[in-house]
């Protein structure tokens, strides 16, 4: 029997196994490759990855990586799959610690955002307000917050996040990450250029803390992380995966602990951003302006009217700034877009 099947089921790799099982935990199960690594399947989308500990960690770092946390987001997932189905094949060997996360698995299997709320907004603790009790959300965040307290508990040395996400609107810039705030950290420049490895060559920098899946592992586990938007959502089986390649490969060569390819100077450079404003939605008077059909990064003069309510009218202040993520959509008090300004 194959190793993917020991772990897996018969004809199942994780993905089908994490679809299957999405409506109910999946049993612990341990698998040990023939090079000595060990893979633990903790729960259903939940993979535990450890080199033997005769084998180097160059980079000295552990690694959360996570897809899925929207389960409509497709080829992050694909992406994670693909990687982990050449490790089990003996493609190539794992050098550092690996928590490998598939974030929201009823919604990816029905192919819908979330269920019933959504699990973005839900970490942090935030899944313990008394208006998500008993959500399958909230309950997945608890699993996940714990399945990454554990391993940095095990692993705090250069702990790094990325949770890879696609965009529901097309992008003037396809590829971009967002830093979480937390007060007097910088982006270091080695997170700079593994971002740059990986195609992604825009950052947004975060104004204040949020209740996302980044800016917990940031904030409560001292990590390094980002959220990674790669391109725009699809159904799965609709991705080109070769869009992907660049932080398919740079998560590989991670992973297996090589060095950072050299950085060409001229063609590599990364644009940054700050957010400036966060929209809420604040309830029945809220009106927005941003229409239905713009992509992120769309830029808005001086004085533009972006929101206004009954008691307050936001303007695009003295310079431009650039609409992300606008959706309407959202129940009151959660945000409807970011407002942005270039800092470089
Ligand atoms: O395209 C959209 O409107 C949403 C894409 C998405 O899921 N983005 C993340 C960003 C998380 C962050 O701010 O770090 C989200 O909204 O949860
Ligand atoms: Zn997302």
């Known amino acids: 029997m194959s190793v993917r099947e020991l772990l897996f089921g018969t004809g199942r790799d994780w993905l089908s196994h994490t679809l299957s099982t999405a409506e109910h935990a999946s049993s612990e199960k341990v698998v040990v490759l023939d090079d000595g690594t060990g893979v633990q399947r903790q729960d259903t989308g939940l993979l535990y990855l450890e080199p033997p500990a005769s084998r180097s960690n160059p980079n000295n770092e552990s690694l959360i990586v996570s897809a899925g946390i929207h389960g409509n987001e497709t080829a992050p997932i694909e992406v994670l799959n693909h990687l982990l189905n050449e490790l089990l094949d003996g493609q190539w060997h794992l050098a550092c610690p690996v928590l490998l996360i598939l974030g929201n698995p009823p919604a990816m299997d029905t192919g819908v955002r979330f269920t019933d709320v959504n699990l973005n907004r839900l970490f942090g603790g935030?899944?313990?307000?008394?208006?998500?009790?008993?959500?399958?959300?909230?309950?997945?965040a608890r699993v996940l917050e714990r399945a990454c307290d554990a391993f940095s508990a095990r692993h705090s040395t250069n702990l790094c996040h990325y949770d890879l996400h696609t965009a529901i609107r097309p992008s003037l810039r396809e590829k971009f990450a967002l830093y979480p705030f937390?007060?007097?950290?910088?982006?270091?420049?080695?997170?700079?250029?593994?971002?740059?490895?990986?195609?992604?060559?825009?950052?947004?920098?975060?104004?204040?803390?949020?209740?996302?899946?980044?800016?917990?592992?940031?904030?409560?586990?001292?990590?390094?992380?980002?959220?990674?938007?790669?391109?725009?959502?699809?159904?799965?089986?609709?991705n080109d995966l070769t869009r992907f390649s660049g932080v398919s490969n740079a998560l590989r060569r991670r992973m297996k602990g090589e060095a950072p390819p050299k950085q060409d100077g001229a063609s590599q450079q990364m644009t940054i951003f700050k957010?400036?404003?966060?929209?809420?939605?604040?309830?029945?008077?809220?009106?927005f302006h941003v229409p239905d059909d713009v992509p992120n990064f769309t830029m808005y003069d001086p004085g533009t009217v972006i929101w206004e309510d009954d008691g307050t009218c936001y303007r695009v202040g003295d310079s431009p700034e650039g609409i992300i993520f606008p959706n309407r959509n959202v129940p009151v008090n959660q945000r409807v877009g970011l407002m942005i300004r270039p800092c470089n």
């Open 182 to 238: 937390v007060d007097g950290r910088d982006v270091p420049q080695g997170q700079v250029d593994f971002l740059l490895e990986a195609e992604v060559n825009t950052l947004l920098l975060q104004h204040r803390e949020g209740t996302t899946f980044s800016s917990f592992s940031s904030t409560a586990l001292g990590a390094e992380s980002f959220t990674v938007e790669l391109g725009k959502a699809l159904p799965f089986g609709q």
């Open 126 to 140: 935030a899944h313990r307000k008394p208006e998500y009790h008993g959500l399958p959300e909230a309950e997945r």
């Open 275 to 287: 957010v400036v404003h966060e929209i809420l939605n604040t309830g029945d008077s809220f009106r």
